[in-house]
C-alpha cells in the first residue's frame, strides 16, 4: 500500500494528489491532504455534495 508523502502513514483505498502550488510530490492521506487545504485556503470550509437533513 502507497505511504503518505507528509506523514508516511498508509494512504488507504483512497489517495489525495495535492494541488499544483503546493510543491509536494504525491500521494497524501485523507488528514494531511485536509491539513495543506487549510493552510493554502483559510477559511470556512463547508462541503456542498452532503445531502440535507430533508433528504
Known amino acids: 500500500m502507497a505511504k503518505c508523502t507528509e506523514c508516511n502513514q498508509d494512504v488507504g483505498e483512497t ?23 487549510e493552510d493554502h485556503y483559510p477559511g470556512k470550509h463547508i462541503r456542498v455534495n452532503r445531502l440535507t437533513e430533508n433528504d
Open 15 to 37: 489517495p489525495y494528489n495535492p494541488m499544483e502550488g503546493w510543491n509536494m510530490k504525491a500521494p497524501l492521506c485523507g488528514k494531511c491532504y485536509s491539513s495543506k487545504l
